[in-house]
């Protein structure tokens, strides 16, 4: 299982997968608006895993949704902002350890696709709830409503009203709890306005510093 890959052995730092690993799941990123880039999360009864790819229009072979098994020997595997990743071992000069497969033909290597697509419903939580474990998972977090965006010139006499989804995000809920959401600038809809009402927000799961 995915949850035992992440307790049992790829607890801490990089490692070398040399066992016949194979983990199911089904895939919850989608490339084809440019939020993700170069990389396939697939998600699990019990976690989640990252692949990472370095390629473009993942979606076109790896639509959202498609059930796939990922055969993990000789993968590399560690983690980024608290999500398992598998790949190649990164360089010594990069800042993180895991680094891209970078050719369609190493990625057949990893994951095999089936002809099942079924989108998952994401896991509803509430923010107190919300787990390291958990991490890569595809999350629901409902009545949440917006304190603070990077996108907001104050200077330029910009509020709350004028924010965009680009850059970071902080919400709040009624107990006052506070969860960040990040879009990148490249995402197609990163200029869009937010709703400045309670929402409910939906995404991949991750841990960092905000």
């Known amino acids: 299982t995915i949850a035992a890959l992440r307790e049992h052995i790829v607890k801490g730092g990089g490692v070398m997968l040399h ?15 440019d ?11 019990d976690g989640a895993v990252e692949v990472k790819a370095g390629l473009y229009s993942l979606e076109a072979l790896y639509p959202e949704g498609l059930n796939v098994a990922l055969r993990l020997r000789n993968c590399y595997a560690g983690y980024g902002n608290g999500i398992l990743q598998v790949g190649v071992e990164a360089h010594s000069y990069d800042n993180f350890a ?3 497969l970078a050719s ?16 998952l419903e994401p896991l509803k939580r509430d923010i107190t709830e919300l787990r390291r474990e958990e ?6 977090v409902d009545d949440l409503h917006l304190v603070a965006a990077s996108s907001v010139d104050t200077l330029a ?13 902080l919400f709040k809920d009624a ?13 197609r809809y990163a ?3 937010l709703p400045y009402k309670s929402l409910t927000l939906t995404g991949v799961l991750q841990w960092a510093k905000y």
């Open 191 to 193: 200029d869009s306005r």
């Open 175 to 187: 107990n006052g709890d506070s969860i960040a959401v990040y879009t990148s600038d490249y995402a």
């Open 19 to 33: 066992d016949e690993i194979i983990v199911v799941g089904r895939v919850t990123s989608d490339d084809s608006e």
């Open 135 to 140: 991490c890569g998972m595809l999350i629901s």
């Open 98 to 100: 895991v680094g891209d």
């Open 157 to 169: 006499g910009e509020s709350l009203e004028d924010a965009v989804w680009r850059g970071h995000l």
């Open 35 to 45: 939020n993700f880039y170069g990389s396939l999360v697939v998600m699990g009864d």
């Open 104 to 119: 369609f033909e190493m990625l057949d290597r990893v994951v095999v696709r089936s002809t099942d697509i079924r989108l």
